[in-house]
């Protein structure tokens, strides 16, 4: 996951980024014969920095890091015996100096099966 905000005025820039690496399972559930349904439970190290420019200052950075739980949805389509349609959103935090923010991670996606 990679997740990034910015914001500039007259002679400041400032960005916060979010990037994250994920562990986890996921379980299938079937719901009809082409449709299921699809939970994902994991373990999500989110790194947050902010970086600050200020024009004829300078610029700096900084980073927290976190690992916590992270959870998902997800729902799949079969198109063909083989072919599925996939989406779904996962959820964690991202934490800087005290402050947290919602990380979503939203995918689509198809799969082939040999």
């Not at 916590?68 to 989406?87: S, T």
């Not at 959820?91 to 799969?111: K, L, M, N, Y």
Request: hydrophobic residues 40%; proline residues 1%.
């Amino acid at each position: 996951m990679k997740r990034e905000a910015t914001a500039s005025d007259t002679g400041l820039d400032v960005k916060l980024k979010a990037k994250a690496w994920t562990l986890g399972a996921a379980y299938e559930l079937p719901i009809a014969a082409d449709f299921s349904g699809v939970a994902r439970l994991g373990v999500a190290s989110v790194k947050t920095t902010a970086s600050v420019n200020i024009v004829g200052v300078g610029s700096g950075s900084e980073s927290d890091t976190k690992t916590e739980a992270y959870y998902g949805l997800g729902a799949n389509y079969a198109v063909a015996k083989n072919v599925k349609i996939k989406a779904g959103i996962d959820w964690s935090h991202a934490d800087f100096q005290g402050s947290t923010a919602v990380v979503r991670s939203i995918s689509a996606g198809v799969q082939y099966e040999f």
